[in-house]
């Protein structure tokens, strides 16, 4: 799966665990945040799609995954990553 794909795949992920998510230009990289009891996840889309794969994978870990199906190796990543 291409790091392209694979953040399509994490953004719909957040999107159905309610968070929202964020690609944008900013200092930094990015991550999981809650503003006004809401939850976001920011990507700095100026970041490499490695980069921006890494960092939202690491801010999935903040949400309750294990609630919903996740193709195996998307939640391989998640988890190890």
């Excluded at 992920?13 to 996840?41: P, Q, T």
């Excluded at 990507?43 to 949400?63: H, T, W, Y």
């Amino acid at each position: 799966m291409k790091e392209k794909e694979i953040l399509l795949q994490f953004k719909d992920i957040a999107e159905r665990l309610s968070c929202r998510v964020i690609f944008d230009r900013f200092d930094g990289k990015g991550g999981h945040c809650i503003a006004k009891e809401r939850e976001y996840i920011i990507i700095n889309k100026l970041l490499p799609f490695a980069d921006q794969v890494e960092v939202f994978g690491n801010a999935l870990k903040r949400l309750p995954v294990e609630k919903i199906y996740i193709l195996p190796r998307l939640r391989k990543y998640i988890e190890t990553n």
